[in-house]
């Protein structure tokens, strides 16, 4: 998403008509539905107005497009300027600029860190340099956007400290690696010459914004997994690039595993939630590490991550070798003191007392950790606790260390790489599941894919059907059905008569592997199979232990299955201090909840028991707008369901005279393919009623959109207004186009719905002609590809019609 898009031109036009702060302000608004806090306006007036100085310059084309505040795919991190064009070689090209208003800062001994004051009032703290930062942001765009990294666009990273005197600190050569990946621009005419000549030099010729709309409407690329990366990244590859906070906690690990080694134990602390980079950056510590043969091990409670790791680098290193690395947490009770350098320890908030089996083993695991190991660094989620059992929140992390003398550090993460980037969705679900009050009441479904249904059954099949060609989708859900079919394979354990519906819990022939097991799409999963793992999308099924009553989120331990260890001990807990024991199991449920609703980096749905439940979900959703401009009420869905049954009041012959309608259309498109063959008919003998708020003229119809491939602005079997044989420019515009030379052009040839896009070849004469024109999908799917017609075929190639709007 683009906050403002324009062109130069109009970009200086705003900022010379009106103040620039409140053109952004008002798009921020009218893009999101929030404001935005004095620190971020602040930020705009001042830099922004910077930025207007270094485009007034006539060498940088007038319809060289501009855009201010756009977020990275996938992340919730934005960039702060973008100007795009054309070079002198005619290659697409988009210059970033990472704008600070620092005056003054310190240098760091860690790589690409640097201190200096950050807002909010807490001194000089540290971060990725500039430059870095900058670059680490064209990275990601690279990684995330087809429309980068399939269509040739040129990325040209850069930094501007506008208040920022050269001083040899900032721009010290310990960074100059970084520099050179991203130049860095700092106070003072001479520099804003210097950034004047960079953009130049890459924005020969305007583009009049299109560049952007690629950029902003590129088909995102599928997600890097961790359990996928684990083999490169042991074997030296970069297969992840950290960012921000992530690159922080990364050098500061690096630093204290070094410090350790002369000046005593050292225990990092890292506190993040779900999606926040935990795992990425323990992994990568593991890896650069054992690189520079460190005796270092990766440690975690879960067998889970282990075991899919482990099954990642099978074939590549020697099993001993790979149980080197890779250990449970209950394996340290007889280790001896400092017998390892560094101990990287994932979910730490899962480390219990006892070891063993039986829990009988040794006596405390956050006591042997510390004990075997030089530096230990956890990695920890107070919210992730998900059994009575774990012991492992920050601060027992802290009171062991201090047992052992031992020098804390700690560090958060707090940005969030899951669930879209939304980091809007953890706090209206912690808000919503009554762990912690948020400013959250409400969830937008366009930021995140979030859905209720109504039954089981579906939540299987869209589950179902997102698994298709990647196995990165499962069904989980709440402890609260025995295991019959541990001892009975052909038994079910998940039961709802009442929806026909019946499934098993992750078989045991997958184990730990359960999350990439080929056909375990088809079970259901637990909290044990896939905690401190991630899917595309995660289906959840929300027991009985988890309902509304009077309008309150209500918590049943009593109806969890008697199978379940999580809240072992609750009765001798309740025996001695019941209050306790029901502020516990709330505990312990509410965060099963909020952990396996979090594992979905693209998206979750979920099926309530509990009908109260399902409504009170339903009630804090809302989408700000359609694709199309539609405002929906707040908790009202902004789609109706796919299907064939149109959703709006079709009218006999009688009613058409006079009414609101306008003709419905059977093209029948498919949204993905060419459809069916069929020529467009004005004499529609259908009709439907449309809202008040269309303007009803002539070339107006209705027609439904089959598939997947415009699902990012249109959802599959959505109603849509359209306008037949549309006039002016299409660039950009969802149109629905035919070819007659594709397939049977005495039918009429195919349809279908796609944005258009096309190049030209202007003759000296002024006359031009398409070189190419693209029909680009619009889809979180990836098997969509764009339609190139080139050449003599552009000829037989027309567009029948406009997309406008989504109706239901």
């Not at 010459?193 to 305007?206: A, E, M, N, P, S």
């Not at 890779?326 to 006892?354: C, I």
């Not at 959703?621 to 694709?627: K, M, N, Q, V």
């Amino acid at each position: 998403m683009i906050i403002y898009r324009a062109t130069k031109r109009i970009f200086l036009e705003h900022a010379l008509s009106r103040d620039i702060e409140d053109v952004v302000a008002e798009a921020y608004r009218e893009r999101t539905g929030f404001g935005v806090g004095p620190g971020e306006f602040r930020a705009w007036r001042t830099s922004l107005m910077y930025m207007v100085k270094v485009l007034h310059d006539d060498g940088i084309p007038q319809e060289s497009g501009v855009a201010i505040e756009y977020r990275i795919p996938q992340t919730n991190k934005r960039v702060d300027f973008i100007v795009t064009g054309l070079n002198g070689m005619k290659v697409p090209n988009a210059v970033i600029v990472e704008l600070k208003q620092w005056s003054e800062a310190e240098r760091s001994d860690k790589d690409g860190i640097v201190l200096a004051r950050r807002g909010g009032g807490r001194g000089k703290t540290e971060g990725p340099h500039p430059s870095y930062q900058a670059w680490s942001y064209a990275a990601l765009l690279k990684d995330f956007n087809s429309a980068i990294y399939e269509g040739g666009i040129g990325l040209q990273p850069c930094a501007y400290l506008h208040n920022y005197a050269r001083d040899g600190i900032i721009d010290h050569v310990f960074y100059k690696t970084y520099m050179e990946l991203a130049p860095l621009f700092l106070k003072g005419a001479s520099e804003r010459r210097r950034l004047q000549g960079f953009i130049k030099r890459h924005v020969r010729y305007g583009d009049a914004g299109e560049l952007l709309y690629r950029i902003e409407h590129g088909r995102i690329k599928p997600s890097k997994m961790l359990a996928d990366s684990v083999l490169g990244m042991l074997q030296g590859n970069v297969e992840f690039v950290l960012i921000d906070e992530q690159k922080q906690v990364f050098e500061t690990g690096l630093e204290l595993a070094r410090k350790a080694k002369s000046a005593g134990k050292q225990v990092l602390i890292v506190k993040g939630g779900p999606g926040t980079g935990k795992s990425v950056v323990a992994v990568n510590l593991l890896a650069t590490l054992i690189g520079r043969e460190t005796n270092a091990r990766y440690v975690s409670k879960n067998a889970a991550p282990r075991a899919v790791y482990e099954m990642r680098l099978a074939g590549s290193f020697r099993r001993t070798h790979i149980t080197n690395l890779f250990s449970g947490s209950g394996s340290f009770s007889g280790a001896e003191s400092n017998s390892f350098d560094v101990l990287v320890v994932d979910e730490a908030h899962r480390l219990n007392e006892k070891s063993g089996l039986y829990g009988n083993l040794g006596e405390n695991q956050i006591k042997e950790l510390i004990h075997a190991s030089r530096c230990t660094i956890f990695f920890v989620d107070d919210d992730q606790r998900v059994t009575l059992r774990d012991i492992g929140h920050v601060g027992t992390l802290r009171d062991w260390a201090a047992r052992f003398g031992a020098a804390v550090t700690e560090c958060e993460l707090a940005s969030q790489f899951r669930c879209n980037g939304s980091d809007g969705y953890l706090a209206w679900l912690e808000n919503t599941l009554d762990i912690r009050a948020t400013a959250n009441d409400r969830l937008d479904i366009a930021e995140f894919d979030f859905r209720v249904v109504d039954s089981p059954n579906e939540l299987h099949e869209l589950i179902a059907d997102r698994n298709l060609g990647s196995n990165r989708s499962r069904v989980v859900a709440g402890y609260c059905w025995e295991w019959t079919s541990k001892r009975d394979p052909a038994a079910y354990d998940i039961v709802l008569p009442e929806y026909e519906y019946r499934r098993r819990w992750n078989l045991t022939k997958d184990g730990s592997l359960w999350i990439i097991g080929e056909e375990s799409v088809k079970e259901v999963g637990c909290i044990h199979t896939c905690q401190g793992l991630e899917l595309d999308y995660v289906g959840v099924i929300i027991g009985p232990d988890l309902v509304v009553r009077n309008g309150r989120i209500v918590t049943e331990p009593g109806r969890r299955a008697k199978s379940d260890k999580s809240l072992s001990g609750l009765r001798t807990i309740s025996a001695e201090n019941p209050s306790l024991a029901a502020r516990e199991a709330d505990r312990i449920i509410k965060n099963t909840y909020r952990t396996l609703l979090t594992r979905g980096l693209r998206g979750c749905y979920v099926f309530c028991v509990d009908a109260e439940l399902a409504s009170y979900l339903r009630a804090r959703l809302e989408s700000r707008a359609s694709p199309g401009g539609v405002h929906a009420a707040p908790g009202t869905p902004l789609f109706a369901a796919a299907g064939n049954v149109v959703p709006l009041r079709r009218l006999s012959p009688a009613e058409r005279v006079g009414a609101h309608a306008v003709p419905l259309v059977d093209l029948r498109f498919a949204a993905g393919a060419f459809g069916d063959t069929q020529a467009l008919d004005g004499d529609a003998y259908d009709w439907v009623e449309v809202p008040d708020w269309v303007h009803l003229q002539p070339d107006l119809f209705v027609a439904q959109v089959i598939g997947e491939s415009l699902n990012r602005r249109i959802p599959n079997g959505a109603w849509c207004l359209f306008r037949a044989n549309p006039q002016g420019t299409r660039n950009g515009k969802v149109v629905v186009a035919q070819h007659h030379s594709i397939h049977d052009p005495d039918l009429g040839g195919r349809y279908t719905i796609k944005v258009y896009t096309s190049s030209k070849a202007v003759a000296p004469d002024g006359t031009w002609r398409h070189t190419e024109i693209r029909l680009q999908p619009d889809s979180d799917r990836i098997e969509f590809e764009p339609i190139v017609i080139r050449g003599e075929d552009n000829g037989e190639f027309r567009i029948v019609a406009e997309f406008l709007t989504v109706l239901a």
